[in-house]
Each structure stands twice: as C-alpha cells, then as structure tokens.
C-alpha cells in the first residue's frame, strides 16, 4: 500500500508501556500482527474504529497515537 | 503463512500444472486437447480449504480490514487484467482467422478459449497481487 499522511507514535507508546509486543497490542486492538506492523511503518492507515481501538488500548487520545499531516514525511526526514 | 497467502499459491501451482498439461498434449496430441488441460482448473473448487485455519489461541484474529482491503485490491486488479486477456484473446483469435487466414467462421472449440484464458486470468492475477502485497510488508516485522 502507498505511504500514508498519517504518522504514529505506536513504536513509542509500545515502549512506554512495558515494551508491548506487537502481538500483545493487535490482541488487545482485535487485528492481526501483520496490520499492525504495516500501520507502525506507516504503510496502512487504519479505519478510524481501528485507530480508537489501538488509542483505547494505550489508554490514550486518539490524536496521541496518530497525527495528521498535510504533507506526508519524505525519506530523508522519516531517517 | 496467512490463509489469504497459502490460497493464493495454491491456485498459481493449479494454474502452471494446468499450463504444463496443456503443452504436454499439444506436444503428444496437438490441436484442440489443449482445452482439456482447462479442466484441471476445476481444482480451484477446493481453495476454501486452504481459507480455513484453527485459531492457536481464543480470541486470536485471523482476518481483518486490512485483509480485506487487500484481497479487494487484488480482486479488482485481478478483473482488470482478466478484461484485459479478454479483449486481447479474441482480438487475436479474429487476426488469425480473418486476417492470416481469411477464414469468416470461427471454430467453436476456439470460441471458448477467450472465456477460458479471461477465467484463468482472473484468478491468477489476483492470487499474484495478494502475494506481491503481503510480501512488500512482510520484511517489516520487529519483533
């Protein structure tokens, strides 16, 4: 799937709560690993239930774990 | 190996056993037997088979949005391309008799074959883009 223009925080929150497993989270958030992942490199962009459910399983805001950008990052900055 | 994947490769081994028949009675038989390697594709009947999986653990997900946002991709994908083989076939078919041969009727053994090829397109091509999606993501994993 192309990049999308919504960043993540995932990678950070997963290590701020206990170093989460992939695993752990797309169990809590009811997907499978691989849509994880692919949302964590930024290469899917959920549905907005999915990203209530990752955002619920954090215990935070939605708008904690995904931000919106009007111009998506290139590679050099995404570095 | 993910359902979605295993159904795939499943249905490409069909496709290339039924290619490989198809030339073995071309070489042995000749002419319209080649048709009948066709019928080896009816082992796509068995791919729910390969859909179906045990989950390790409750609760476990086996298919969700992105899943399905795939395999819709790679449908439409697939439909394009089986269009697309359509047009070409009998584009082909209408150059060698009229054109080549200046032959006003078509055989009706040959008037299956675009149906047949745009068939085997279809599933062939959307079992080749679900592989290409997944394989791009899978190197992705960290832990």
Request: with cysteine; net charge positive.
């Amino acid at each position: 799937m192309p990049p999308t223009e919504i960043t993540n925080r995932i990678r950070r929150l997963r290590f701020e709560h206990d170093e989460m497993t992939q695993k752990e989270l797309a169990r809590r958030a009811g997907v499978t690993r691989q849509t994880i992942i692919a949302i964590e490199a930024g290469k899917y962009a959920p549905s907005l239930t999915l990203a209530f459910r990752i955002a619920r399983a954090f215990e935070v805001g939605i708008e904690d774990v995904f931000q919106y950008q009007e111009h998506p990052p290139t590679e050099e900055q995404k570095k | 190996m993910l359902p979605q994947q295993r159904l795939a490769w499943f249905q490409i081994v069909v496709f290339a056993t039924a290619c490989a028949t198809g030339c073995l009675l071309w070489l042995l038989a000749g002419g319209q037997t080649v048709l009948a390697a066709f019928g080896l594709l009816g082992l796509w009947g068995l791919s729910p088979l390969f859909v179906r999986r045990k989950k390790k653990e409750p609760g476990e997900v086996l298919i969700d949005e992105r899943d399905r946002e795939i395999v819709r991709r790679a449908t439409l994908f697939g439909f394009a391309a089986s269009y697309l083989a359509f047009v070409l076939v009998s584009m082909a078919i209408w150059f060698c008799n009229w054109m080549l041969h200046s032959n006003e009727t078509v055989s009706v053994h040959t008037l299956t074959l675009p149906v047949w090829i745009a068939f085997a397109v279809a599933v062939v091509a959307r079992a080749i883009a679900i592989l290409v999606r997944y394989g791009r993501e899978d190197a992705d994993a960290t832990d």
